[in-house]
């Protein structure tokens, strides 16, 4: 991606993507139960949802302070559910830990575009389902200092 000229600071006023908000952050753990626990004893956190991705063989829940109002902040434990898991490799290269950041956009396809059109790599040539029945698609973390960005598009009210 180009540097913005001047002083190195970037051009806030025109983003190549528009951000709704973030999302969640992802952490991938070998058991989500245990990892769920945790959250729950040490931090106070409420899992408030919980699900299979068949499509990437991840088992997820999702945890927030106020179960009843998510926009508080949701952190997302990620464990592999099968053989071929990308968090299964993720575990295998790095151990567990922050595995991605997940923002909000109302269009992931026409925000993966935009991407691209600048030169950013976008991991899936279409985007795929993610948790609870949203569209998502991924930067690749080379392209975004080291992060993997999730890009989401919830469907109905977020």
Known sequence: MDEAAGDGAHDVTTPVVQVVRVDHVGIAVP??????DFFATVFGLSTYHRERNADQAVDEAMLTPSPQDPSTGVVQLLAPAGQDSVIGRFLDRRGPGLQQLALQVTD????????????LRVIYDTARTGTA????????????FGVLVE???????P
């Open 108 to 119: 992931v396809d026409e925000a993966a575009d935009a991407l691209r059109r600048r030169g």
């Open 31 to 36: 058991d989500l139960d245990d990892a769920a």
């Open 151 to 157: 890009l989401v598009e919830v469907r109905g009210v």
């Open 133 to 144: 029945g949203t569209r998502v698609n991924f930067v690749h973390p080379g392209d975004a």
